[in-house]
């Protein structure tokens, strides 16, 4: 009897790939967010300071990883001609062995670069994809190194003793404030939704409504990084100047 579980490559006769199966189901979307787990050094460049992964993903990866693509086809391509030559009856491509030893990758994968520059109003496949992880990773790292700093925020409100859900609107409001997000994040937070199963007197925890905030803001589309990171800009740009001025005041 026929196994009823056999995917979709068991039946039409195709060996699974094995990368395919460890990314799952879409792995085009795996294989960008491994790409945005690389590392998350800070580089600084002419308009600010940025990861270098994230900076990669949104100005880099969407050129170049199709390009890789498409130098391991023609390379597959002209391999494989070989064996024409091997095979007279292959239906493989013979290629001129004049034009295989001529063959270059590197001067194919630039001008492939060069033909589909975005600057030149080209747009690459994955360049939506490669854009819209980008910022969602921007947004969990934020959560994840911010969390310190919100939390002190917190242990300055005078319910955070006795934090209860009707508290959650007033510290949402307060934390709007704190990071400058011009009420996005009092407009948008949907705390009678999101914490619909607490009754209006029931006690919570600083960690359960950060773990509920942390992922509600990896999911809208209406707050950005730049949105959010207002307040420590600000910090930024304050020290900056801070710094300036004493090493000013060391020259005079």
């Known amino acids: 009897m026929q196994d009823k579980h056999l995917n979709s ?21 795996a294989f960008v967010k491994t790409l945005l787990r690389v590392q998350n050094n800070v580089i600084n460049l002419p308009g600010g300071r940025e990861h270098f992964d994230i900076y990669l993903a949104k100005s880099i990866y969407p050129t170049l990883v199709p390009g890789l693509e498409e130098l391991a086809r023609e390379v597959d391509r002209i391999i494989n001609s070989d064996s024409k030559l091997l095979v007279p009856d ?40 490669f854009r819209k992880y980008a910022r969602i990773e921007k947004l969990r790292r934020f959560f994840q190194m911010k969390r310190q700093r919100i939390y002190k925020h917190f242990m300055l409100q005078p319910y955070q003793g006795n934090f209860i859900r009707r508290h959650i609107k007033e510290f949402v409001h307060a934390l709007d404030e704190f990071l400058k997000t011009d009420n996005k994040l009092t407009d948008n937070f949907q705390v009678d939704k999101l914490f619909a199963f607490l009754d209006e007197n029931e ?11 942390s992922k509600w803001a990896l999911k809208q589309e209406v707050l950005d990084y730049e949105d959010i990171a207002k307040f420590e800009d600000e910090r930024t740009r304050a020290e900056e100047i801070e710094a300036f001025k004493k090493m000013t005041d060391r020259i005079l």
Do not use: W
Not at 113 to 129: A, F, V, W
């Open 90 to 129: 292959s239906a493989v491509e013979t290629i001129d062995a004049s034009i295989r030893e001529r063959f270059n990758p590197c001067i194919y994968l630039a001008e492939y670069l060069m033909r589909t520059n975005p600057s030149h109003g080209h747009k690459n496949e994955y360049q939506d994809i």
């Open 203 to 213: 006690a919570t925890t600083f960690d359960h409504f950060y773990d509920v905030l």
């Open 9 to 29: 490559h068991e039946v039409e006769g195709e060996v699974e790939d094995p990368e395919e199966k460890t990314f799952g189901d879409d792995y085009t979307t």
